[in-house]
């Protein structure tokens, strides 16, 4: 028996792997996107191509952080163009929106909960990322534990597991691991200040860790830059 | 100096509480109003009231959890009435909605985060309560933890508080300390499943707790009931 799981999709490289690897673990994916009023909503026409593309389903839910602001990918702030791999690795930037993975994973929770799922994925990776706090293991493990306090089916003994099979991979070995599950990255878009047409800048934190991944792979880069 | 805080505000009595706590301990509140969907739609007109009673501002921010269903509180299931005390205390009711205060609270904080508030206060109680999971303080203990390590504050040595003043009171002791802060729980909405104009069912788990309270503190009840 096929049992449900819950995968946040944003449209990036890194989820669409995740759910590749929730369909190769077994699991009846329902993909939730989260339409948090981020400046480049293209990705959320990427996460609908790679849910069909997937076969999987997909449910989009908004929650308005654009109301909080504080982020370049929320508010009037520029997205950082040109850092050196140093400044990347270096810090938190300013495309860190506050509380965001901790929002996400919640609304994860509830629709795991209502749809009885125990299982949930999340494509965090902790080496070749951004500085976010929210994308670190340690930060997993005590949300796991905060979930299962939370919830009905923590207490009733059916405990939620929170699946980061991305946490200890390089971007190379994502997109690797991703191609040989047949994810097209061709439908992602992982570029926080994409043009209208979704096409990439090449140049933001994201645009560059993704393309290192690719060269550092041998593999081909099928992003539309603009 | 007076500080920030961000007050998570139903619209109910306890929150109404928490709201006058928060003035009383010297803070400057920045009310949050969660339109999540929920049946009882006249709590976020309630909340108005009693922002504006205490002079706070308050956000409302949009979540749909009804997208989810799952709960009698957002989906097309009865709300319970006339259940005894024992049954009340007995176990997860319908009205439980998945994970509600996990995403309320990652809200309040992401509110925080921006403001750059260290301090949230939530009314949550766990003696005369209706068996949620979300309202225990193991759980708030636990969530305080995850959320400093979801956030840039936390990391950079700026640890939030997640101030839960009414937790250990009875009801009873919650409209005596509130009524002595001058809240008007006049202005204020528990029931589950009133009517259009706001008047209270009277029979649903929360209006008992909150007629109860009212009787044992030898206070009058200002609730307009249908």
Chains 1, 2 share one sequence.
């Not at 959320?44 to 982020?71: N, Y």
């Not at 506050?98 to 965090?124: H, K, M, T, W």
Request: charged letters at 25%; glycine letters at 10%; aromatic letters at 6%.
């Amino acid at each position: 028996m096929q049992h449900e799981a819950v995968v946040l999709l944003s449209g990036g490289l890194d989820s669409a792997t995740c759910l590749a690897i929730a369909r190769r673990d077994g699991f009846i994916p329902t993909c939730l996107a989260v339409d948090y009023g981020q400046r480049h909503r293209c990705e959320l026409d990427a996460a609908k191509r790679v849910a069909e593309s997937l076969d999987a389903e997909l449910r989009t839910i908004r929650v308005d952080l654009r109301a909080f602001g504080g982020s370049a990918l929320t508010d009037d702030i520029d997205v950082p163009k040109g850092r050196d791999e140093q400044d990347i690795s270096g810090g938190i930037p300013v495309t860190y929106v506050p509380a965001r993975n901790l929002v996400f994973l919640s609304l994860a929770v509830a629709q795991a909960e209502v749809l009885g799922a125990q299982d949930l994925y999340i494509g965090v990776n902790q080496l070749d990322y951004s500085g976010y706090p929210d994308c670190r293991g340690e930060f997993i493990d005590s949300f796991r534990a905060t979930s299962n306090l939370a919830t009905k089916a923590g207490v009733e003994g059916k405990p939620l597991r929170i699946n980061t099979p991305l946490i200890d991979l390089t971007k190379a070995e994502i997109v690797t691991l991703g191609t040989s599950l047949g994810v097209d990255y061709g439908l992602t878009v992982s570029c926080y200040d994409p043009t209208e047409d979704g096409l990439a800048c090449g140049s933001c934190d994201a645009c560059q860790l993704r393309r290192r991944g690719f060269e550092k792979a041998n593999l081909k880069d099928p992003t539309r830059y603009a």
